[in-house]
């Protein structure tokens, strides 16, 4: 199970952190992936965190958002800085399965970044 | 870039295909995920054509060339929801979404 907390609202330019807190298997052996969805829109990949710790990030939030993880309380985080109105979004963490799809998925949780 | 058209119309009963187009389908796996009005998306088929545990075999996948196809056979109201596919884009270490096709139950 996948339960996601700390999304809200900021204005633009400011930051936020959130979490994922897994239950079930272990964040330190899976690849773990955060995904968005603005508003009507579809589904975004954002960034994910492999097993060996190396991290890759989509164009649109490179050099803005970080994501790590904390094995000892098996949580996922993204931080996100610099943001801006188009970062408004669901935001989905989940599992990923090694280089290909994403088994299992967080409730989300909604950011609104305002102008 | 993976196209998916908007939208797709069905009667109940009748079979419904969604089509993903792209050209790095052909050199990669495809996979599919529903998503529900509210909720979070759900996997489908993963691997071009395998189905987890759960998902009804009404629901199939196939790929041909580059273009990848969700069939959803007897369809109900219940399969009313967004469709997304998926890969895995290995020279950028990037996921990518298709656009997603709202599957609509006449």
């Known amino acids: 199970e996948l339960v996601q907390s700390g999304g809200g609202w900021v204005q633009s330019g400011g930051s936020l952190t959130l979490s994922c807190a897994v239950s079930g298997f272990s964040v330190s052996n899976n690849y773990m992936s955060w995904v968005r969805q603005a508003p009507g829109k579809g589904l975004e990949w954002v960034s994910v965190i492999y097993g060996d710790g190396n991290t890759y990030y989509a164009d649109s939030v490179k050099g803005r958002f970080t994501v790590s993880r904390d094995n000892a309380n098996n949580t996922l985080s993204l931080q996100m800085h610099s943001l801006r109105p188009e970062d408004t979004a669901m935001y989905y963490c989940?599992?990923?399965?090694?280089?290909?799809?994403?088994?299992?998925w967080g409730q989300g949780t909604m950011v609104t970044v305002s102008s | 870039v993976l196209a998916q058209p908007p939208s797709v119309s069905v009667a109940p009963g009748k079979t419904a295909s969604i089509t993903c187009e792209g050209n790095n389908i052909g050199s990669n796996s495809v996979h599919w995920y529903q998503q529900r009005p509210g909720q979070a998306p759900v996997l489908l088929i993963y691997y071009n054509d395998d189905r987890p545990s759960g998902i009804p075999e009404r629901f199939s996948g196939s790929k041909s060339g580059n273009t990848a196809t969700l069939t959803i056979s007897r369809v109900e109201a219940g399969d009313e929801a967004d469709y997304y596919c998926?890969?895995?884009?290995?020279?950028?270490?990037?996921?990518?979404f298709g656009g997603g096709t709202k599957l609509t139950v006449l």
């Open positions: 998926q890969l895995w884009d290995s020279i950028n270490d990037q996921r990518v």
């Open positions: 989940a599992r990923d399965i090694i280089d290909a799809f994403m088994d299992d």
